[in-house]
T-cell receptor, first 112, second 111 residues
Framework: NAGVTQTPKFQVLKTGQSMTLQCAQD?????MSWYRQDPGMGLRLIHY???????DQGEVPNGYNVSRSTTEDFPLRLLSAAPSQTSVYFC???????????FGSGTRLTVV | GQQLNQSPQSMFIQEGEDVSMNCTSS?????WLWYKQDPGEGPVLLIA?????ELTSNGRLTAQFGITRKDSFLNISASIPSDVGIYFC???????????FGTGTSLTVIP
């Protein structure tokens, strides 16, 4: 099993550009989430999904969109990148509500 | 969102020393999870606790589920340089479908 795979690992965007961060898991997990982590900070929940076709907002959703068309994939879209979105983004999945998350290795995004 | 307070915020210790950190919540928890994040990596689950008073070990790591169900403790014995990282607590179910992490404890081990 590959676990949770995130691409790209590094990305530089100009202000106003859009892009999609990819996340795929091969563990057949129902729950998936996106977090951002700023330097010296903890993990903040952006969006999450409890199954294909179901998504909801976390604590910092503004500027980000998600969709969940399949169990395996949970892409995160930045519609118009801003410098405040410079961060490390982690995707994670888990089998159900009482389980811990398995994390990907992260995408390091810089918006200039 | 859910606020989980971890203390201390950071620790600088000598190799070989024991480490203690804790996590507290204003709500009663049913499960406590402890994660470690190595520099430049995603968090990895270390220990899961499911009952008040439960004591669980994973090598040199020992975690306890507080009897009030509002706190948890993580101890590391005989620290080594690879223990460096950020340690997070979390509860997977207390906030419904959302999943929040504590504020983190940053550990530096000085050889």
């Amino acid at each position: 099993n590959a676990g949770v795979t995130q691409t790209p690992k590094f990305q530089v965007l100009k202000t106003g550009q859009s892009m999609t961060l990819q996340c795929a898991q091969d563990m057949n997990h129902e729950y998936m989430s996106w977090y951002r982590q700023d330097p010296g900070m903890g993990l903040r929940l952006i969006h999450y999904s409890v199954g294909a076709g179901i998504t909801d907002q976390g604590e910092v959703p503004n500027g980000y969109n998600v969709s969940r068309s399949t169990t395996e994939d949970f892409p995160l879209r930045l519609l118009s990148a801003a410098p405040s979105q410079t961060s490390v983004y982690f995707c994670a999945s888990r089998p159900g509500i009482n389980y811990g998350y398995t994390f990907g290795s992260g995408t390091r995004l810089t918006v200039v | 969102g859910q606020q989980l307070n971890q203390s201390p915020q950071s620790m600088f210790i000598q190799e070989g020393e024991d480490v203690s950190m804790n996590c507290t919540s204003s709500s009663i928890f049913n499960t406590w999870l402890w994660y470690k994040q190595d520099p430049g990596e995603g968090p990895v689950l270390l220990i899961a606790l499911y009952k008040a008073g439960e004591l669980t070990s994973n090598g040199r790591l020992t975690a306890q589920f507080g009897i009030t169900r509002k706190d948890s403790f993580l101890n590391i014995s005989a620290s080594i340089p690879s223990d460096v990282g950020i340690y997070f607590c979390a509860d997977p179910s207390n906030t419904g479908n959302q999943f929040y992490f504590g504020t983190g404890t940053s550990l530096t081990v000085i050889p």
